[in-house]
């Protein structure tokens, strides 16, 4: 059984920084792409960012978010830096498979975890 298990969210002011984490478990972790989401409330869920052998990033978080995996822990990463209001949403991460630029639609993907809240205040 295929477990992503997201950590790290909670309140942080304008301009703070946030690391979360998805711990994968149940598939074979560096086989897959792993990217990351963010819903906010009344909005539809929206693409951030993608690691497969390269990465991908939406514009609205390039040069302030960045992705990372450690395929030793079946774990994928993002660090956010520079938060703003607009980022507050719940974080989601995905497992799937294929090219990085094309895996920014949620269909592309297999396994979702259960989201981690990220509030950011001004």
């Known amino acids: 059984q295929v477990q992503l298990v997201e950590s790290g969210g909670g309140l942080v002011q304008a301009g703070g920084s946030l690391r979360l984490s998805c711990a994968a478990s149940?598939?074979?972790?560096?086989?897959?792409?792993m990217g990351w989401f963010r819903q906010a409330p009344g909005k539809e869920r929206e693409f951030v960012a993608v690691?497969?052998?390269?990465?991908f990033l939406a514009d609205s978080v390039k040069g302030r978010f960045t992705i990372f995996r450690d395929n030793a822990k079946n774990t994928v990463y993002l660090q956010m830096n520079s938060l703003k209001p607009e980022d507050t949403a719940v974080y989601y991460c995905?497992?799937?498979?294929?090219?990085?630029?094309?895996?920014?639609?949620?269909?592309?993907?297999?396994?979702w975890g259960q989201g981690t809240q990220v509030t950011v205040s001004s």
């Open positions: 995905a497992g799937g498979r294929g090219i990085a630029a094309t895996m920014t639609q949620p269909k592309k993907y297999d396994y």
């Open positions: 690691i497969t052998w390269s990465t």
């Open positions: 149940g598939l074979t972790f560096s086989s897959y792409g």
